[in-house]
């Protein structure tokens, strides 16, 4: 079993950064794919990005590609999301969450994710 906690969140202007951490406890953290989803206000769940349990293979949301690197440090449990050049239209709850298995197919479903945190707040003001 898996734990999930987020930090990181907060209040920025558009273009600014943020870097959320995810810190998860268990000891097989290594054997999880690791994934960032967002809920605005009204709206539905949404898929940000997601890195295998090796770390070698990364995908990202269209809405967030060549802006956010996801990236994981087994050795810390901790997965984190690089956000830079923030629009107002990244405001969300992000949470992390943890995948035993996937694939191509699943990668952005989040059903397939049997771990979740409790959600980060990220506020980008215009």
């Known amino acids: 079993q898996v734990q999930l906690v987020e930090s990181g969140g907060g209040l920025v202007q558009a273009g600014g950064s943020l870097r959320l951490s995810c810190a998860a406890s268990?000891?097989?953290?290594?054997?999880?794919?690791m994934g960032w989803f967002r809920q605005a206000p009204g709206k539905e769940r949404e898929f940000v990005a997601t890195?295998?349990?090796?770390?070698?293979?990364?995908y990202y949301a269209d809405s967030v590609k060549g802006r956010f690197t996801i990236s994981r440090d087994n050795a810390k449990n901790t997965v984190y999301l690089q956000m830079n050049s923030l629009k107002p239209e990244d405001t969300a709850v992000y949470y992390c969450?943890?995948?035993?298995?996937?694939?191509?197919?699943?990668?952005?479903?989040?059903?397939?994710?049997?771990?979740w945190g409790q959600g980060t707040q990220v506020t980008v003001s215009s």
């Open positions: 890195i295998t349990w090796t770390g070698g293979t990364t």
């Open positions: 969450a943890a995948a035993a298995g996937l694939t191509i197919g699943t990668i952005s479903r989040s059903a397939d994710y049997a771990y």
């Open positions: 268990g000891r097989t953290f290594s054997r999880y794919h």
